[in-house]
């Protein structure tokens, strides 16, 4: 089993900031993982980062905007997100695996375990 605990939400304006954190524990994982999810929509990707070696991917819809890190030695894993917009208001979930090049890692098939979720606020 991998716990994960986010925290950093909240309520923020258009054009600001939050930093989202995800820590981790329990089992050993490769790969970790933002999702998010507006009500009425289905859950989207939004990054992943390979606990590895660090490389990240974004979704198309916040690449410049948000950046991905880890802190390998506090197994916590940081989403920056910079200029923030209306349709970025969501749950946001961490989820923790394995990274496969064998797998789509933007699919939440990919991830076993997740985390609560936090919501993120954006006022327009």
């Known amino acids: 089993q991998v716990q994960l605990v986010e925290s950093g939400g909240g309520v923020v304006q258009a054009g600001g900031s939050l930093r989202l954190s995800c820590a981790a524990s329990?089992?050993?994982?490769?790969?970790m993982a933002w999702f998010r999810q507006a009500p009425g929509k289905e859950r989207q990707f939004v990054s992943t980062?390979?606990?590895?070696?660090?490389?990240?991917a974004y979704t198309d819809s916040v690449k410049g905007r948000f950046a991905f890190s880890r802190d390998e030695g506090k197994n916590t894993g940081h989403l920056q997100m910079n200029s923030l917009k209306p349709e970025d208001a969501a749950v946001y979930y961490c989820a923790a695996g394995l990274w496969s090049a064998a797998k789509d890692m933007s699919s939440w098939r990919a991830y076993g375990y997740w985390g609560q979720g936090t919501q993120v606020t954006v006022s327009s």
């Open positions: 329990g089992r050993t994982f490769s790969a």
């Open positions: 980062i390979n606990w590895g070696d660090a490389s990240t």
